[in-house]
């Protein structure tokens, strides 16, 4: 079942830790006792401002309460790793795990995926009913937890894209008590999308805890703890902690980046130094902006102009790319050296670590995004067109390496998944930077567009749109060149000098739901074989075949642009449009109901 390991609570992919020993006791006692009590409500919102806390509270009641034997299942969300942003894999990742946790459960699910095994890429609404309630109420049925009650972890639910399309059903769900006996307990800012959602359902069934507004003495006591045990080593005054301790108030978060900041400092001379330098500061240090600001001046002083705007350079890129990078793609992107950007990540452990598992350059906190992307007043002042401007055309020169059959398939009688060594020859022939640059140059295109990146973007779809392509149909991401050149039609449709570009656009297209729908999709060679022997290249788009076949007897009025398979597995007896023309639902003599993208005749 597809599902993301990486949003497990005790993964190694993300950098997580559990309250300090003796912080937070009131508030993860409380938890605890909800947890437990058989008669309180089936679920628990914990709900605060930015930096409040709340992810590493959640950390700590995964660990008490695995230690109770009643952690069922978690799902910690991320912005910066796409498999922990993604909402369609949280219900599918949560059926995992009670899959293991309960064997009368996997029973169910098996059973299931038997009769229908993509539930998994189904909308939110039928996985919750095949892949929870369903196996849940089997579970039920067998008498098997008794008083026994499972909790389901969900954290940081304000960095997942679209996550109001699983909490619909989700707080329905425990609102009807379809799920009685499962316990949810679930964090996020206070965004108002995620609180219509859950306040809808928090007078039967949701208990509500707002962090932010925890009794000031107890939050400003846990963050005193905090500092006094981190700085043990230092032995600052109780006068000088206690000034700390009002500038972090309510955000621990605050306090955390302070203490990344003094102890990345090498000895404990420096340290000390550090320390005292911020105490000395406190005036100017009165916010979390503040701070970061003081953390970027550190890690940038006694730097010349253009030293300084090489280093801005980079970590404005690694807050503008869409997922995060190694530092040699990051150098590759800005053609810069890798030890400028590893030696600027070692400057800055304050705000930014390198994972250890892969090298992935991770932020912190996402309130350092915050600090860039609202904070104007400062020399690090970030330009959202130009940086996204500057990235496009990196991803075009780097996508200048595209060519036909770049990973040297031997035979177009094989599937890609069946050649020898398949992942390696991809992994070689495309590496992260060009793989990268391949998946996401349109969203940097959307933000950076001007008139010169329109002119290389119509060179760039003619000369490398078919080798493009090819090497997404290689990296299994074929059905996200949909949306990308979409996004192109979207914002050349404003401006009518760029009819040419929605031309090439449109013809692109059509060769893409051609290959998609047919029968040779996962043969990537038979792009060029199979496929564009029956497709129009008007457009001059390379590589041109000397002779095609055009079919001349169209029915009147047909478009093949505008045409879409879908492969039903039974009899049709209905079919129609979405009133957007998005959707296609079809009504087969099975009694089934399927909705497909209109675009690509995927199911949906």
Known sequence: MGHSSEALHDSNIVNRSPCHPETRKHILSEIETWAMDASSEPGYWMFGLAGTGKSTIAFSVCEILKGRKVLAATFFCSRQISKCNDYRLIIPTLCYQLARFSRTFAMSVKEILAQDSDIVTKRPEVQMEKLLIEPWKAVIKAAQMGSFHPVLVLDALDECQDIAKVLQPLVSAIS???????????????????????????SSGMKEFILHNVEKDIVQNDIFVYLQKEFQEMSPAKEQLNLLTNLSQPLFIYAATVVR?????????????????????????????????????KATEKLQDEEMQDDLNIIHTIVSVGKPLTC???????????????????????????????GLIIIFH????????????????????TQ??????????????????????????????????????VSKKIPETLNYCCQFWTDHFEIGQTDELFQRLQRILIEKGIYWLEAM???????????????????????????????????????????INGDVYGMTPHLYLSIMPFWENDVGCKPQLQQGIKLMNWVVDWL????????????????????DGTRIVSGSH???????????????
């Not at 590893?342 to 250890?356: D, K, T």
């Not at 879409?564 to 129609?576: E, M, W």
């Not at 099975?590 to 949906?604: F, S, V």
């Open 176 to 202: 009807k008590k379809e799920l009685q006996g499962l316990k949810f307990f679930i964090t996020s800012r206070p965004e108002p999308k995620i609180q219509a959602k859950l306040k809808a359902y928090s």
């Open 261 to 297: 900041f003094v102890k990345e400092a090498d000895g404990v001379a420096r340290r000390k130094k550090r320390l005292h330098d911020c105490i000395e500061n406190a005036a100017n240090l009165k916010d979390l902006n503040a701070l970061y600001v003081e953390i970027l001046d």
């Open 328 to 358: 040699q793609t990051i150098a590759e992107l800005l053609h810069a050296e890798v030890e400028s950007v590893s030696n600027l990540i070692h400057r800055l452990h304050a705000v930014f670590y390198i994972r250890e598992t892969d």
């Open 366 to 385: 996402k309130s350092f995004y915050d600090f860039f992307f609202s904070f104007k007043d400062s020399k690090y002042k970030y330009n959202a067109r």
């Open 388 to 425: 996204h401007e500057s990235l496009t055309f990196s991803c075009f020169q780097i996508m200048e390496k595209l060519c036909f059959n770049i990973c040297d398939l031997p035979s177009s009688f094989i599937k890609d998944d069946n050649v020898p060594e398949f992942n390696d020859k």
């Open 473 to 515: 149909s290689l990296l299994k991401s074929l059905p996200r060149c949909s949306k990308m050149l979409d996004v192109i039609l979207q914002t050349s449709s404003n401006n009518a000098d760029d009819s040419s570009i929605q031309r090439i656009v449109s013809y692109l297209q059509n060769l893409l739901r051609q290959f």
């Open 560 to 579: 093949p642009e505008t045409t879409v398979t879908v492969n039903v597995s039974a009899r049709l007896q209905s079919v129609q449009y979405s009133p």
């Open 590 to 604: 099975d009694k089934t109901l399927r909705i497909w993208d209109a675009r690509t005749g995927t199911q949906i």
